[in-house]
């Protein structure tokens, strides 16, 4: 038997690909891949966050109230807001474990918000643009219903998603983030909610109105004041991720209309500590 040593052809084991083009495809396949790693989360997050217990939301959100000051604030103005969300909790139809507290900020921003655990964060500034209880009442009706639709914690879900995949791509970037989204105050202040979200609790809280006061009298009123500063660059908190105020002013009337609840009876007025 002969043997040999046959020469070895020259690149048999490398690429004709210029090694710049591979790495963009396999850049562009592995951030395909991230992306779709996200949406996938996001559906499952989702889908799962309205059976997580009510309960464990009140545990989460309740650090970060008592370390607050939001229970310090004018207490008169609190008490009348807790008693107004009370009465709309009675016709919203909350489930038993479902309670709801409401905390004044004394400060300009116009803007309200709910969160974690059944909180309700109202500020002066948004209180000042209004003019009646009804329309106080309508944005009281509205968050309750975010919560009633266990909407905080469908946000709060879908950011975590974005997390987990971010630290699947960067172990560094995505501890960093976590540390920062899953913080109290950002869990709790920076909820977003998706326009159907937004949509869904205007037609919760419009029923919750009429079956209160008997009407829908001011269910307008803030959206009115506020379509002025849609083109403005200081665009209130409360109108930056809701529906267009033109389109949700419409929808309002119309499903009024639709439903035979008086909108032009005369409104309840804010109490003298509020003028």
Do not use: C
């Not at 009348?80 to 905390?103: F, K, N, S, Y």
């Not at 950011?159 to 540390?179: H, M, N, Y």
């Not at 909610?193 to 037609?203: L, M």
């Amino acid at each position: 038997m002969k043997y040999e040593n046959p020469k070895i052809p020259e690149g048999i084991n490398t690429t004709r690909e210029h090694p710049l083009k591979e790495f963009a495809i396999l850049t562009v396949g592995i951030f395909g891949a991230l992306i779709i790693a996200v949406f996938a989360l996001g559906w499952a997050a989702q889908w799962a966050a309205p059976h997580v217990p009510f309960s464990y939301e009140k545990e989460l959100s309740q650090r970060f109230f008592k370390d607050q000051s939001l229970d310090k604030p004018n207490q008169q103005i609190q008490d009348w807001l807790q008693q107004l969300a009370t009465r709309l909790v009675a016709v919203e139809g909350l489930p038993p474990d479902m309670d709801i507290t409401v905390h004044y900020q004394d400060d300009d921003i116009v803007n309200a918000f709910a969160t974690l655990g059944g909180h309700v964060v109202v500020h002066r500034g948004l209180l000042k643009e209004l003019d009646s209880e009804n329309a106080v009442a309508t944005v009281l009706a509205h968050e309750i219903a975010h919560i009633k639709h266990r909407d905080p914690i469908i946000a709060a879900g879908r950011g975590v998603s974005i997390i987990l995949a971010l630290t699947a791509l960067s172990g560094t970037v995505g501890d960093e983030l976590a540390g920062k989204v899953l913080g109290n105050a950002a869990i709790l202040t920076s909820l977003s909610f998706s326009r159907d979200q937004e949509s869904r609790a205007d037609e919760e809280g419009l029923a919750a109105l009429f079956h209160a006061y008997g009407h829908v009298s001011g269910a307008t009123d803030l959206f009115a004041r506020l379509k002025k500063s849609e083109s403005s660059l200081h665009q209130p908190e409360f109108m930056q991720t809701h529906p267009g105020t033109e389109g949700r002013i419409d929808a309002i009337k119309q499903m009024a209309r639709a439903n035979g609840w008086p909108m032009n009876e005369p409104e309840k007025p804010l109490p003298n500590f509020l003028r």
